[in-house]
């Protein structure tokens, strides 16, 4: 039995690592598309990207649709994320750099393991919690807080923090149903979803950016319609289903720790794509990030540790 429940933890840890790669990495793709998009017109573009995929996805696989009960439960869950956390999150980066907006986004970890124990009753060990202060350590010199870059531009931060509370919410409740139901179809569902209530909140982009409702405020480059596109596939399709995918084996608590990947690798690329510069103690601190989370999934895949973090 051991090396069963072994390799479901090397599952569920290489998953949700895929999932913090892939929105770290678009993370500072939607930074450059918002030089070329307004946020909401920019997460509708990359939903419909997201949802075609997904659905193509259901389709090729043949995938049984759930009960109609079930379905509407699914569905929901997309209002809290992508839908309300990335229309907070994108008008959020309009006002913050890259490399504060994944900082803040790091909030989201610590939000997850606070609601896994009011909500699922996953009481973290010692040895998680002193790993967990480890990598907010880390981030704390990765990010520049010391600098005090979350200072500027506090209206932004506050929205981006709020996303995360939404995101959190959404991981743990999601939680509770990625072991029953398909991967894909629960994420196309919810981006569905997500995707109509964008739609419905553009009103609230045409308010905040009035020049927004031009259609000559849309751009023409190919090259930046691409890069909406491949980032919307990356961000919420590839993205989502790798989470949803690794919390059919581990815990909430330990899925959302690796989410601290998303900043370092948020803030490398604002280094190399966006211009934005790391000094020495900014990489000390996300390789101390990184440690921690690498004895983090030691350690979940160790049979002495396994009750901590395989989820039943």
Not at 75 to 101: D, K, N, Q, W
Not at 105 to 120: K, N, T, Y
Request: proline share 3%.
């Amino acid at each position: 039995m051991a090396p069963k429940k072994i390799s479901r933890a090397s599952l569920g840890i290489a998953s949700v690592t895929m999932a913090a790669m892939c929105w770290g990495g678009a993370l500072v793709m939607s930074k450059g598309a918002l030089e070329s998009f307004y946020p909401v017109t920019l997460l509708i573009i990359q939903l419909m990207a997201s949802v075609t995929f997904l659905w193509c996805v259901v389709a090729f696989r043949k995938t049984s649709a759930p009960t109609a009960n079930v379905l509407v439960k699914l569905s929901l869950l997309g209002l809290l994320e992508p839908c309300l956390t990335y229309v907070l999150v994108l008008i959020g980066l309009t006002f913050t750099g890259a490399s504060e907006a994944s900082l803040l986004q790091s909030l989201e970890s610590i939000m997850i393991v606070l609601l896994a124990m009011l909500l699922l009753k996953e009481i973290p060990s010692i040895n998680f919690i002193v790993l967990s202060a480890m990598i907010l350590v880390g981030l704390f010199f990765a990010l520049d807080i010391h600098g005090g870059n979350v200072k500027e531009g506090g209206f932004g931060a506050s929205l981006i923090s709020l996303g995360m509370l939404s995101a959190a919410f959404y991981v743990v409740l999601s939680s509770r149903i990625a072991k029953e139901q398909d991967v894909f179809y629960i994420v196309a569902c919810q981006q569905t979803l997500a995707l109509v209530a964008s739609i419905l909140m553009l009103p609230l982009e045409w308010t905040i950016y009035p020049e927004s409702k031009a259609f000559a405020a849309l751009p023409g480059s190919l090259e930046v319609w691409g890069l909406a596109l491949v980032s919307g596939i990356v961000q919420y399709a590839l993205a989502f289903s790798f989470y949803i995918y690794s919390l059919k084996y581990i815990r909430a608590g330990l899925a959302g720790m690796f989410l601290n990947l998303v900043p370092v690798i948020g803030v490398v690329g604002a280094v190399v794509f966006l211009g934005e510069r790391l000094s020495l103690l900014q990489v000390g601190g996300a390789a101390l990030t990184i440690i921690a989370l690498v004895l983090i999934a030691k350690n979940a895949a160790s049979e002495n540790t396994l009750k901590d973090y395989i989820k039943k």
